[in-house]
């Protein structure tokens, strides 16, 4: 079984300060790690995904995430904010398989306020 | 490429009534995913199709709901009939062929059953 626990549904930072958002993963098997980013009124879009390669894993607008075995988790960052990141942020985990299809599960998202 | 389209965008509809989204992946795509989000219980998956058949469908949530897809370029899901508790925002998104591949996402259809 595969899950992901995001720590805070909410989280506010004023304009130009650090953004962490916290992602922690369950996963019988080494996993993929995913985030995404979901505006107003829109679908999923992908910041960016571990895939078993590097650690720190960096994604578009600015973000990154750094994957950590030992703490089992994949928290999402980035130096500065600006207020086109307010949207909610989802971190998802698949688990690697060779079936060529993958069951990817979310977690219950983390909206982000950005304030000036 | 257009990316995964779905429709309509907005639906409202009455309690009872047949309920039928629609949604064209990515061309080249071999899996696809319906999922469904409400506020309540955030972002479920609701049925996986790889090469246009159906993998998974432990997410459905009761025998009102069904999925096809009949082509690699088409699928529906369909409420029957349909209910309040219903009322939610449904993706579709797909996902091309390999181990690592991220899910792209349509821009849902909001459903609203009275």
């Known amino acids: 079984a595969q899950s992901v626990t995001q720590l805070g549904s909410h989280v506010s930072v004023s304009e130009g300060a650090l953004v962490l958002l916290r992602c922690n993963y369950s996963?019988?098997?080494?996993?993929?790690l995913f985030w995404y980013v979901q505006y107003p009124n829109q679908g999923l879009q992908l910041l960016l995904k571990?895939?078993?390669?590097?650690?720190l894993v960096k994604g578009i607008n600015g973000f990154e995430a750094e994957f950590k075995k030992s703490e089992t988790s994949f928290h999402l960052t980035k130096p500065s904010a600006h207020m086109s990141d307010a949207a909610e942020y989802f971190c998802?985990?698949?688990?690697?398989?060779?079936?060529?299809?993958?069951?990817?599960?979310f977690g219950t998202g983390t909206k982000l306020q950005v304030i000036p | 490429d257009a990316g995964v389209i779905q429709s309509p965008r907005h639906e409202v509809t009455e309690m009872g009534q047949e309920v039928t989204l629609r949604c064209k992946p990515i061309?080249?795509?071999?899996?696809l995913f319906w999922y469904r989000q409400t506020m309540m219980r955030g972002l479920e998956l609701l049925i996986y199709?790889?090469?246009?058949?159906?993998?998974?469908d432990s997410g459905m949530p009761e025998d009102r709901f069904s999925a096809k897809m009949p082509n690699a370029s088409f699928s529906t899901l369909k409420i029957q009939p349909s209910e309040p508790r219903d009322s939610a925002v449904y993706f579709c998104?797909?996902?091309?062929?390999?181990?690592?591949?991220?899910?792209?996402f349509g821009q849902g259809t909001r459903l609203t059953v009275v």
């Open positions: 998104a797909s996902s091309s062929p390999g181990h690592n591949t991220e899910a792209f």
């Open positions: 996963s019988s098997v080494p996993p993929y």
């Open positions: 571990y895939t078993s390669a590097a650690t």
């Open positions: 998802a985990v698949s688990p690697i398989n060779s079936g060529g299809y993958q069951k990817v599960t």
């Open positions: 061309s080249g795509h071999n899996s």
């Open positions: 199709f790889n090469n246009n058949v159906p993998i998974d």
